[in-house]
């Protein structure tokens, strides 16, 4: 299974509908200060099932909605759309049916977050455990977000084997 | 629940290791237990020499040490079970032109090693120099981002100019 | 004591204040104090609008922004008494090349303002050639630190090779 | 009263007699990772008094002395000196007579910190006193070591305030 295509509206600085194709190999992003980048990132590990407000720098999940700038309102609505390739088959066994499978976070303000698989409703655990079968969660190691490495390198060492846990 | 706990690390440490000479280009590093006799509950310490240089924990070496000696503890985990996909935040931000260069290297060979898609921000134009693709994020309108796919050669321009 | 920690307090938030216009070239910041009444007893806030972004508190901000905030927080406090020496352990670290520049200008404003001498510990190209001079630190021997003067000059070709 | 130069032998990497003349306006220190800039920070604030061996990443305060090499035996004795140019004589007043003020600071292994002004031995208190007075003592805003930008970013509300306190 393969991480093929992001699509962002409504999150953070995203507001605008933006598509990002996750190719073969490396992918740079680039960009000044503030423009974005860590929002992305960001994007994608809320798409996968992330819980935690604080972990996406906000006080509460309603922070992600793009919140208006000095030249347009605020939205009350944000959504991330993430495409799986799934022509091996190797997604996990209630969503291997087809070639893709999608996975839709939607979040309305006040009212909470819903989650869709291939335009199916389901539960924040379904997607967690779906990403969990793929060994890339919302806080797994193969997502280091911005400050992380000195997050470690300053953890105390039980705070510090944590991070090997997620290994086991 | 032990003994899954002392394989996983005796696979963990095995990859530090190896990673570390690799990126540090010679010296010698490995993980340990400590506070505590049981395994699952000690914590994790970090005993490190770069090469030429005395073995003793983390703590005494420079930033962009201890940055290398935390990018090779990350990908020691990654390489037990690689995800499909492996995102890297401004993690190359404290190395220097040279280790930047090492950075590169390790993930062209994991590139090679997995199936793993890799999307890495970065400020560095020497990182950027060795992406297969970029993609630009720009805010035309404040507070607005935009993502823009960025010609590799004007890239490579824009590293010479800078 | 609670009167003069308000008075330094003013000083600072209008340093604070300035500095935060003159680095983001626009937008506006400024310091607050939170958890209690008592201002020898409460926390120190930050909330900052970058030109053209919404006012919130500093967690909002990108990496670079909130480095950027904090180096206004430290001049500001710097500026109520400045020291006879200022030294600065790779601050510019988080920076993109065109705040890197903003940076440098104020380190210059800075010099023209006080009588401060300043030592920059840098891995920016674009720093180093904004310096008076420059020393390196060179490990020709492994373990052991070496000085050696650096010629601007050659400064400049590094800087347009990298 | 101005700061002039810094001189280091045995303090760390810098276990050769090194000397760094401190001039007018901006001085950049460059050069690769781990080949001994922010150690020359370190002996500065040493010098200047700094008691926390953990502020320096050590362990305890005779882990600033050479340490060794795998060419090199470790040695016994660091010793840090800064000269000021107190031509215009705005030094503190037992120290004031002349136009130059040099601060020793030496450490034994086993046997701990000895520090002298112009030669004169002197408690550790007088050189913070000495160096308070000047506005800038060893944790004074003036020096901003690798990582305190991030730590500032990071801290709770209360501990952030602990800057401001140093301004009062
Ligand atoms: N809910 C929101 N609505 C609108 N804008 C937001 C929202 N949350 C954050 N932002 C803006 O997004 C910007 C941060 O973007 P991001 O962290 O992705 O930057 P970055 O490109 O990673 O920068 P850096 O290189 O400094 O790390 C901030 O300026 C912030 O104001
Ligand atoms: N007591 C000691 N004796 C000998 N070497 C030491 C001692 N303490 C630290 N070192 C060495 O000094 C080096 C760290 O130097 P320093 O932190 O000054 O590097 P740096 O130039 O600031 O690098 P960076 O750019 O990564 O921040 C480490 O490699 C460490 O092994
Ligand atoms: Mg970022
Ligand atoms: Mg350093």
Known sequence: MHFARLRIAGFKSFVEPTELLIEPGTTGIVGPNGCGKSNLVEALRWVMGETSAKRMRGAEMDDVIFNGTSDRPSRNLAEVSLLLDNADRSAPPSFNEGDQVEVVRRIERTAGSRYLINGRDVRLRDVQMFFADAASGANSTAIVSQGQVGAIINAKPQQRRGLLEEAA | GRERMLASFEQVNKHFQDLFMTLFGGGRAHLAFVDSEDPLEAGLEVMASPPG?????????????????????????????????????????????????????????????????????????????RMDRLFGVTMAERGVSQLVSVDLARAERLREAS
């Open chain 2, 53 to 129: 240089k005395k073995l003793q924990s983390m703590s005494l070496l420079s930033g962009g040490e201890k940055a290398l000696a935390a990018i090779c503890l990350l990908f020691a985990v990654f390489l037990t079970n690689p995800a499909p996909i492996c995102v890297l935040d401004e993690v190359d931000a404290p190395l220097d032109e040279s280790n930047v260069g090492r950075f590169c290297d390790l993930i062209q060979e994991l590139v090679s090693m997995t199936s793993t898609r890799f999307l890495i921000i970065t400020h560095s134009s020497l990182t950027m120099s």
